[in-house]
């Protein structure tokens, strides 16, 4: 059971846009930065989003990220087949003192 | 480049012990702090343990308090994980990752490709 709650999977046509969702509490998301992250198949995880809406050097404007309260919102516009990857939310939990982590969300381009 | 490699990955029986090494490279190890993230087959990830820069400020999952410990040697730019009692369910690939800052945030900005460990008799 992951501290952070994201839908399993989530899936779209090419072209398309799809959200994925990241729910918390108070102790991380509502009050700590949240980041995602790209896991393609048999590979690292990959910074995607930092600081709730901020994209690292070579991370197109087609992801986006937004928070609200206790939430967080990961955005992928323009879906291409190779953005077919678990996804992942994470963020500092100040009552744990500990990283947590979202359960991934399997993303399928149709 | 930023570079993470992990080392140390294996089979071990349940109970037995093993330490796992990370060598660090393409930036300036000291400045940052540094975890290990693991994923069992199938799963998601799972935060295992962090470490400050300078090794003042360690931080544990539950799940492993108590029977692993994070070490680091900013000399030779390399961080550690020292795994004792293991279990079957610390079978995992385990991941090396940068923090962006000093201390244990929620932000890993690099990710090793990870080192397999199997627990199993």
Known sequence: QSVLTQPPSVSAAPGQKVTISC??????????????????????????????????????????????????????TG???????????????????????????????? | EVQLVESGGGLVQPGRSLRLSCAASGFTFVDYAMHWVRQAPGKGLEWVSGISWNGGSILYADSVKGRF???????????????????????????????WARYTSGLQDYWGQGTLVTVSS
């Open chain 2, 69 to 99: 410990t994070i070490s680091r040697d900013n000399a030779k730019n390399s961080l550690y994980l020292q795994m004792n009692s293991l279990r079957a369910e610390d079978m995992a690939l385990y991941y090396c990752a940068k923090d």
């Open chain 1, 23 to 76: 729910s918390g509490r108070s102790s991380n998301i509502g009050t700590n930065y949240v980041s995602w992250y790209r896991q393609l198949p048999r590979t690292a995880p990959k910074l995607l989003i930092y600081d709730n809406n901020k994209r690292p050097s070579g991370i197109p404007d087609r992801f986006s990220g937004s928070k609200s309260d206790t939430s967080a919102t990961l955005g992928i």
């Open chain 1, 79 to 110: 879906l291409q087949t190779g953005d077919e990857a678990d996804y992942y939310c994470a963020t500092w939990d100040s009552s744990l003192s500990a990283v947590v982590f979202g359960g991934g969300t399997k993303l399928t381009v149709l």
